[in-house]
Nanobody
Framework: QLQLVESGGGLVQPGGSLRLSCTAS????????IGWFRQAPGKDREGVSC????????KYADSVKGRFTISRDNAKNTVYLQMNSLEPEDTAIYYC?????????????????WGQGTQVTVSS
C-alpha cells in the first residue's frame, strides 16, 4: 500500500521559512507525480503544488506562487516543499500525495491513503 510520510513542520514567525519533506515507505516515489496539499481548520483540503515524475513540470496554487518551491530528489526518494515568506494564512496541516496537473485542485480522485501530515503554524 502506498504510504507517504511528511516531516519538517513547526512553529514559525510571519516572514519565516520552513522546508517540508515527503518520503515513501516500500516503494519509489519516482513512479508518481507528487504534490503538497494543506488543510486549515474548518476548511477543505486544497492543493498547494504538484511536480511531475521527472520534475519537468510544476504547478502552484496562486496563493503560494513566488513564495513556495517544490522539488524532488528521486535518488533520495524524497519530495520537498521550501516555504519562504510564510504568512499566518499558511497555517495548516500539510500532506503529500500523488497529484495531477490536470485538475484545478491537483488531487487525484483515485487516491485515498492520506498520511498524518505535518503541522505548520505561522504566528508571532
Amino acid at each position: 500500500q502506498l504510504q507517504l510520510v511528511e516531516s519538517g513542520g513547526g512553529l514559525v514567525q510571519p516572514g519565516g521559512s520552513l522546508r517540508l519533506s515527503c518520503t515513501a515507505s516500500g516503494f519509489t516515489l519516482d513512479y508518481y507525480a507528487i504534490g503538497w496539499f494543506r488543510q486549515a481548520p474548518g476548511k477543505d483540503r486544497e492543493g498547494v503544488s504538484c511536480i511531475t515524475r521527472n520534475g519537468g513540470s510544476i504547478k502552484y496554487a496562486d496563493s503560494v506562487k513566488g513564495r513556495f518551491t517544490i522539488s524532488r530528489d528521486n535518488a533520495k526518494n524524497t519530495v520537498y516543499l521550501q516555504m519562504n515568506s510564510l504568512e499566518p494564512e499558511d497555517t495548516a496541516i500539510y500532506y503529500c500525495a500523488p497529484c495531477t496537473l490536470h485538475s484545478a485542485n491537483m488531487m487525484r480522485t483515485d487516491f485515498r491513503s492520506w498520511g498524518q501530515g505535518t503541522q505548520v503554524t505561522v504566528s508571532s
